[in-house]
């Protein structure tokens, strides 16, 4: 018979085998390092202001790349006191984006004045419930594995990812907007 027991003792597992036989018993520990099976949640902040043609298609890309990534995902749009349609535009991407991906998040916050880059990205960052947050320029397009490859190298950096790739911390990314 098998009976398995299986007990954790910081990142190394331990199974422990019991093999009894009628005649004789055996029991055999077993080490191994498991796969990480946790993902950290990710925000996706991205400011817009009159970005009405380009945001349908990049907000789609981001959809189809979050879509891919096996932890929890949301992406939150900032109009800043955008002109133009950007806002409708974003939020009519948004509903049918979750309808093909309904397991992505989408929201939308609207500033009535522009306010800038930064109060943007803090009210971006107040509505956020990740644990990273990656800050999305609406003037590119994403591949659909973008953001796996943006938080694995993040994860293999140790958590120190320059300002360039946009990917932060939610903390150190609060304390840098106060």
């Known amino acids: 018979m098998f009976f398995p027991e299986i007990f954790s003792h910081g990142n ?8 009894n036989n009628f ?7 077993v080490q191994f390092k498991p796969k990480s099976i946790f993902k950290p949640s990710v925000s996706i902040i991205v ?5 009405e043609k380009l ?14 990534y096996m932890g929890f995902c949301e992406i939150i749009v900032v109009d800043d006191g955008s002109s133009d349609h950007t806002y409708e535009m974003a939020w009519a991407t ?13 929201k939308i916050v609207r500033h009535t004045a522009k306010l800038g880059r930064k109060q943007a990205l803090k009210t971006g960052i107040n509505k956020a419930f990740g644990m990273l947050t990656v800050i999305a320029d609406p003037q590119s ?3 659909p ?11 293999k950096r140790s958590k120190t990812v320059n300002s360039i790739m946009g990917c932060y911390e939610a903390e150190t990314l609060r304390k840098l907007l106060t």
Do not use: D, Y
Request: net charge positive; charged share 25%.
């Open 23 to 29: 005649s004789e018993g055996k029991e055999k520990t």
């Open 94 to 106: 948004i509903q049918e984006c979750r309808r093909k991906w309904p397991h992505v998040n989408g």
């Open 12 to 19: 190394t597992c331990f199974i422990s085998q019991s093999l």
């Open 47 to 51: 400011p817009a202001h009159n970005c």
């Open 141 to 143: 397009t994403w591949k």
């Open 145 to 155: 594995n973008t953001l796996k490859e943006i938080i694995e190298t993040f994860e």
């Open 55 to 68: 945001i349908p298609m990049f907000l789609t890309s981001l959809f189809k790349s979050a879509a891919q």
